[in-house]
């Protein structure tokens, strides 16, 4: 099993940046992609980026051009780097791991930003 911890939210102008970190424990040798997530309130859960094992990235729309997705593999952990913040980037963000087996890991506590205008 992996366990994924999510850190870095806060609060910050509009245009501004913030840095989450995604930590791995577990079976971390196991992972082939890493997920980000962001719910606002009221609103679905949304994917935001992933990071696959041989370092192939996926974005939604909304963030493209603003954030990036990066993994230090000797920390076990995923970054998402997010410049340009916007008032609808406010959301709980979440990170998830798949294994290759398609297992996906526990939802964690997520992280919490605010964006102001």
């Not at 998402?80 to 791991?97: F, V």
């Not at 996906?104 to 992280?111: I, Y």
Request: aromatic share 6%; net charge positive; glycine share 10%.
């Amino acid at each position: 099993q992996v366990q994924t911890v999510e850190s870095g939210g806060g609060l910050v102008q509009a245009g501004g940046s913030l840095r989450l970190s995604c930590a791995a424990s577990g079976s971390t040798r196991s992972i082939k992609t890493i997920i980000w997530y962001r719910q606002a309130p009221g609103q679905q859960r949304e994917l935001v980026a992933l990071i696959d094992s041989d370092g192939s990235t996926v974005y939604a729309d909304s963030v493209k051009g603003r954030f990036t997705i990066s993994r230090d593999n000797a920390k076990n952990t995923v970054y998402l780097h997010m410049n340009s913040l916007r008032p609808e980037d406010t959301a709980a963000y979440y990170c998830r791991s798949r294994l290759a087996t398609g297992e996906l890991s526990n939802w964690g506590q997520g992280t919490q930003v605010t964006v102001s205008s």
